[in-house]
């Protein structure tokens, strides 16, 4: 054993038998057994440390969250549990699925129209992966604008060039190919509706192959009855619902008017406010029987990426929960967010998991849940075993690397709230 006397501690050690040798031969064994056991090439679990994308296993990426001085990579999660891939017998109102605010409003989207776009952004994927990463509800905003229906993040009811994302028809033959791809999913659509081209809507959907899918308004439950069950919803092939904020276009094109189905908490940072669930003014209260859906929207008024790891942490568990009692006791069915994919460990998926395990089973978690068991029993399940492991069973392998990349121009936030403030931007 290598080592030095009290002699000539304070001085240096001689070779072979000197301290420097033992702490280089330290350092170097120390080194190896590190190097050893690290996990890499998507060996590395749920919450393991990470270095690269290629070293997270299915269903994960490698990020941090900074924000809250969470600055070493870890494994965190990027996709949902389809909660139908443990308990698939129920009606639809008895599941909670996650939903992308301004699914639309991509960070980077190609800009069409010549112009510098300034506007907010609130999500970093496109809609063909957020649905493959488990995302089952998309808001949408849609203007008249180009003789055609565009995409806008924009105000006062008009769309303008540089608040333009893409023709509208090009998300939703996103969504008809992911129908179709997979025949047991179900997707729903709530639009921010500024379309006043007669039959537009009807026209657009039609045009994008849609129609096939849709679920006909004339068999939407009234007076807050249940839903179909997954199952008969699948079998008929309603496996698309839409709803509009017009109230005209139920009788005139045969499209629901999302305040006679869904009950809604207030989005924006009204919605974030710990402790406290308010209805949106347009809703009926969240504990009204008149309705069998409930949407809550969790995202602040100005959305900023590295803030999202952060609000996708305790805060967004807890509001959960106040939500929960402030409808009776009744779970979500929609959890709306920006940013899903980012968190500091589990994120919306941890809380839709959650969300669903206590509807579903009564568990935890969903991947608790056991089909035909009573409510109550529930599996042993440990955190790595809570994220999909494969893209079969119902969940998919979209990639869920963050772009890391922030738009081309920027703006700051102080000049998108005045265009807020002065111009009325929606959320």
Known sequence: MLSCSSENRMSRCTLPNDCSSYYIFLFVSILLITTSTACSDG???FMESCSAATDCGPGLYCGNCPVIDKNQPICTRGQANIPTSFISSLPFNKYTWLMTHNSFSIVDAPILTGTQRITFYNQEDTVTNQLRNGVRGLMLDMYDFENDIWL???????CFNFTAFQPAINTLREVEAFLTQNPTEIVTIIIEDYVHTTKGLTKLFANAGLDKYWFPVSKMPKKGA??????KMVQENYRLLVFTSDSSKEVGEGIAYQWRYILENEPGDGGVIQGSCPNR?????????SASLILQNYFPTMPVEAEAC????????NLVGTCYKSAGNVMANFLAVNYYM??????VFDAVDQMNGRTLCGCSTVTA????APVGVCKNISPSNTTPATNTGGSF????QLSGSAPTFHISNFMIFYLCSMFIFPL
């Open 342 to 347: 980012r968190s500091d460990g589990g994120g």
């Open 397 to 400: 392998s979209g990639s869920v």
């Open 281 to 289: 003014k347009e809703s009926k209260p969240l504990n009204s029987k």
């Open 226 to 231: 249940d839903w179909p069950t997954i199952t």
């Open 369 to 372: 849940c056991q089909a035909g």
């Open 152 to 158: 806008c993040h924009s105000f006062r009811g008009q």
């Open 43 to 45: 060996t590395c679990q």
């Open 310 to 317: 952060k609000e996708h942490s305790a805060p967004l568990a």
